[in-house]
């Protein structure tokens, strides 16, 4: 998208404008509610962060406070659980970690998911020093495509590819 200038057409897809709705939805209701079975003292809502450390940015659903002096995101997902937390949500609450951590110069070691297609489902993502040093690789591998142009390895995961707006352009 951002070397090729082809955008997403995402207000074309189905799932993401439905995503979207319920993003809004969750934004604007229960606003002081506080999840204190998990130690929440503060929260934030939908906010937009960037990084030049990293060179990422992104909005965050909610940034959770805790009482023990971190902070971790909360992201709602248009998603069954489905008995497992996939790589590319993990990788993204790691991101959205990072992006708290550098904003926040606050210690973050997890992350929370709602899946809002199986009763809002909540997930804990347990994050470390590992998965940081992953997701730095990972964000080195993006930004070399960006500067250098060059396609990326297709997922050998055929499945990912109906849902992609790429799909017709990738190399396979």
Do not use: W
């Not at 979207?20 to 229960?30: A, F, G, L, V, Y």
């Not at 965050?60 to 998603?79: C, H, N, Q, S």
């Amino acid at each position: 998208m951002l070397y090729l200038k082809i955008p997403q057409k995402e207000e074309n897809r189905y799932k993401v404008q439905l995503g979207r709705k319920i993003h809004e939805k969750k934004s604007k209701t229960n606003q002081e509610y506080l999840r204190k079975k998990l130690g929440v003292k503060k929260k934030l809502i939908e906010q937009k962060l960037s990084s030049k450390k990293y060179q990422i940015h992104g909005i965050v659903d909610e940034i959770l406070f805790l009482e023990d002096g971190t902070a971790a995101p909360l992201d709602y997902k248009f998603a069954k659980y489905k008995d497992k937390i996939f790589k590319t949500y993990k990788y993204q609450a790691i991101m959205y970690s990072m992006l708290i951590k550098d904003n926040y110069n606050t210690d973050v070691n997890k992350a929370y998911l709602v899946y809002t297609r199986s009763k809002s489902r909540l997930e804990e993502v347990i994050i470390n020093e590992e998965d940081f040093t992953k997701v730095k690789l990972i964000l080195e591998d993006i930004i070399n495509i960006i500067d250098k142009g060059y396609y990326p390895i297709a997922t050998s995961y055929k499945r990912r590819c109906r849902d992609c707006c790429y799909r017709n352009i990738c190399v396979k």
